[in-house]
């Protein structure tokens, strides 16, 4: 039987009185697009940022491909891990940011080749090569040599997943990917999203495009107040919520 | 109610009048009064009591050539250990690690809070504290042959000018957005890593403006070197003039060849800012 890629269990995140995430628990499967919806607050991007350890929990544990994150069990206690082990267990996801956050001194492709060659350590004429097949995936082959401050923000977007899939992750993060971009500029990173999920990829999304979830989400969860309220098939969330704090935020949404 | 006529009667096309100039009365009147103020000044100092030739003859004086070359020597090897110093320092003051943030914040505090000619005597005066220094078992030497007035200079003005440029440093680095260095994260580096690749070379953009400031102001700070015997511009026009009692021309000299060095450096930090303000400004095509 094949395991969660991801699994958390009872993780709490406080932020001195503000309870962030309470005692959540949640399995993501290998293959799986889930996409996280709520309320700003509701605490969907702190788990997100928890998975890949921008954040530090307080209480709980979540597992990546079988391997507990920032701590490991020894003598009856938790030991925090260095900094270089965190840094390793990094690299099994991948990070797309609200605000793209690219590096804005160096090139389209030079954002991309940046982490397979300085933290992988890996030959830069194979790195470059690989680089440039990921941006003609995100449709911007013709764009390598351009600053970020010369695209438009839906570019630079397809230009950060572009960085994170060099990584090769297991694991693709989104946090509020489309967010900070103009209306018109939406589709075009929502498409590069949709023919990642159609790929096969493991995908966690925190999203208010209600639309990309209900087309492309195995399955939708809603976080109200640091909790999960409730999860499912995108169609019965999103179609036909059981809950009434779901049902009170789609009608507010919608 | 009717409907409105595309546009109201009552406002006149202006298209095709011109603006007229205007005269600016008080701009020529100021300018006048400036130029009437400096011809008195340059008056005044022609026929003051300044032997013209010397300053002259001594502008391009063996010794004066000699004190400039090892002013700018001087100048640059100080900046570069400050600026090392410098980094260093502010990421000592950023770590979270309480140590190292005690040790940088202690550092500045020190040499922040002192005069620098007083570092300065203090350095070359060391062999009264310490007859003999060096490595107990492997090396020793007495501190009089070892800190000579070139090292007493360096160590002076390099240590204290790491003190101002940590700040600098430490602000160039705050200015980086703390998104920049998430992503570095989330591609698998570690601080120091995102520091040397993402974060400093971004913040350079904003720490070169006050480096050249720094480093304008370490070209005359070495004059201060004259008093612990380095041979800079200032102490080998000092020493023309104990020989020949032209102070005013001597010091003239040494004021003109200040001067230059400066004007030159200004448009070489403009060519730097360029440098390193790739994606910013290349925003055109």
Same mark, same amino acid.
């Given at each position: ?254 | ?63 004066? =050539?000699?004190? &400039? +070359?090892?002013?700018?020597? /001087?100048? #640059?090897?100080?900046?570069? %250990? $400050? ?111 995102? =520091?040397?690749? &993402? +974060?400093?070379?971004?913040? /350079?953009? #904003?720490?070169?403006?006050? %480096? $050249? ?73």
């Amino acid at each position: 039987m094949t395991k969660p890629l991801v699994a958390i269990r009872s993780v709490s995140k406080n932020f001195g009185e503000f309870q962030a995430l309470k005692s959540v628990s949640l399995d993501v499967w290998p293959g799986e697009v889930m996409c996280l919806i709520g309320a700003s607050g509701s605490g969907k991007t702190t788990l997100l940022r928890c998975i890949n350890q921008l954040a530090t929990i307080d209480a709980g544990g979540i597992w990546l491909d079988g391997e507990l994150l920032g701590v490991r069990e020894q003598g009856g206690k938790l030991r925090r891990l260095s900094e270089g082990e965190i840094a390793r267990q990094r690299l099994k996801t991948g990070m797309v940011f609200q605000r793209f956050n690219l590096f804005p001194h160096k090139t389209a492709l030079e954002n991309i080749t940046e982490g397979p060659t300085q933290v992988q350590g890996r030959k830069a004429d194979e790195v470059r090569a690989e680089a440039i097949e990921l941006l003609r995936r995100v449709g911007l082959a013709a764009k390598a040599d351009w600053y970020p401050a010369q695209l438009s923000g839906g570019q630079q977007q397809r230009v950060a997943i572009a960085r994170a899939l060099a990584m090769k992750p297991m694991l693709m993060l989104f946090d509020e990917p489309t967010s900070a971009l103009d209306p018109e500029l939406v589709g075009e990173v929502l498409a590069v999203m949709k023919q990642l999920a159609k790929s096969g990829m493991t995908m966690m999304v925190v999203t208010h495009e209600l639309g990309f979830a209900r087309e492309v989400a195995d399955r939708v969860v809603y976080m109200d107040q640091g909790a999960i309220v409730e999860q499912g098939r995108a169609s019965d969330v999103l179609g036909a919520p059981r809950e009434a704090r779901t049902r009170a935020f789609l009608s507010a949404v919608i | 109610m009717k409907p409105a006529p595309a546009l109201a009667d009552g406002f006149p096309d202006l298209s095709g009048m011109q603006i007229a100039r205007e005269p600016h009365w008080f701009r020529w009147l100021s300018a006048a009064l400036i130029v009437i103020v400096l011809a008195a000044i340059a008056r005044a100092f022609a026929g003051g009591q300044i032997e013209w030739s010397y300053v002259g003859r001594f502008l391009t004086a063996k010794v004066i =050539l000699e004190g &400039i +070359v090892n002013t700018m020597v /001087m100048a #640059v090897l100080a900046m570069a %250990l $400050g600026i090392v110093l410098g980094i260093v320092v502010a990421i000592m003051r950023l770590s979270p690690n309480p140590v190292l943030k005690s040790v940088a914040a202690g550092y500045t505090w020190l040499f922040r809070g002192t005069p620098l000619i007083l570092q300065l005597l203090l350095w070359f005066n060391l062999a009264l504290v310490f007859p003999t220094i060096g490595i107990p078992g492997l090396w020793s030497a007495r501190a009089v042959d070892v800190m000579t007035p070139f090292l007493a200079a360096l160590l002076g003005l390099g240590i204290n000018q790491g003190a101002y440029t940590s700040e600098v440093m430490r602000a160039g680095m705050l200015s980086v957005d703390i998104g920049q260095y998430e992503a570095a994260q989330a591609i698998g580096m570690g601080r120091l890593r995102a =520091l040397r690749r &993402i +974060v400093l070379p971004q913040a /350079m953009r #904003v720490v070169i403006p006050p %480096l $050249g400031n720094e480093f304008i102001g370490m070209v005359k700070a070495t004059s201060l070197a004259s008093v612990i015997q380095y041979p800079e511009l200032l102490h080998n026009a000092e020493n023309i003039y104990y020989a020949n009692s032209r102070v005013i021309e001597l010091l003239i000299v040494a004021g003109l060849w200040y001067l230059l060095v400066v004007s030159i450096l200004t448009p070489l930090q403009m060519l730097l800012e360029r440098r390193f303000a790739r994606g910013i400004l290349r925003l055109a095509r």
